[in-house]
């Protein structure tokens, strides 16, 4: 990325979008692992 000195709000947005992509990744990894969790629970119920 070509560094520029002044402040460039594209840039900003894109630092902004780039935060709520791997925040929306984290909900998603962390909702995969609850759903995980609870398939084992499961399991081992019916076990």
Do not use: C, D, G, T
């Amino acid at each position: 990325m070509i560094m520029i000195s002044f402040p460039n709000y594209n840039k900003i947005i894109l630092q902004i979008l780039y935060l709520l992509l791997s925040l929306l990744l984290l909900i998603l990894l962390l909702l995969v692992l609850l759903l995980l969790l609870l398939l084992v629970v499961v399991l081992l119920l019916l076990l």
